[in-house]
């Protein structure tokens, strides 16, 4: 078996996997198609991230005026920011594209905007040094699905099918 670790945002993954460039994937949201199969595997919770001198934010009118740092279109975690915004009237904002984490996270902490982004991969960044704020239960809270095509099949994709169970199974007996 040989695996190789793509990286992209959501859609691009999705389209990888549909258009047979990749056997699966990790993806933020699993797509509602018939030909895309997925088994949930880590609850993840977002957060909004800003600088830490940043006002309090109880809801999306306290980032009135601040850009949005965030992966490029495509990206399911951006979705939920303009969700968040959106009914605010807040949908239009300026929106800063960065291609990694940290370099998001550098830049929420340096005062240049606000980002979404899951609290386990904040985590990961020990140097960030941002202020965490809830999001609204209903964004928040996420499953990280890995999808594959219906009629995946081959030895080395069911031998990481049965791993991927096997990494479920661990997760949900803790």
């Not at 951006?78 to 807040?90: F, I, M, Q, S, Y």
Request: aromatic residues 6%; glycine residues 4%; proline residues 5%.
């Amino acid at each position: 078996m040989r695996v190789e670790l793509v990286t992209g945002t959501n859609d691009a993954m999705v389209a990888a996997v549909s258009e047979r460039r990749v056997d699966a994937a990790f993806v933020a949201e699993a797509p509602a198609t018939q030909e895309i199969s997925h088994l949930p595997l880590f609850d993840e919770r977002l957060v909004l991230i800003t600088a830490v001198d940043h006002r309090a934010v109880r809801r999306a009118k306290d980032v009135a005026g601040d850009t949005v740092i965030a992966f490029p279109a495509g990206c399911a975690y951006r979705r939920v920011v303009e969700r968040w915004l959106a009914p605010d009237g807040l949908a239009a904002v300026r929106v800063m594209e960065l291609g990694s984490y940290h370099a998001i996270v550098a830049c929420v902490a340096a005062g240049a905007g606000v980002a979404v982004m899951p609290e386990s991969v904040l985590d990961t960044v020990h140097s960030a040094q941002v202020a965490r704020h809830k999001l609204p239960q209903a964004l928040a809270r996420r499953t990280t699905p890995f999808i594959w095509r219906r009629t995946q099949q081959g030895p080395a994709f069911l031998r990481l099918h049965e791993l991927v169970q096997e990494l479920r199974s661990a997760q949900r007996a803790r």
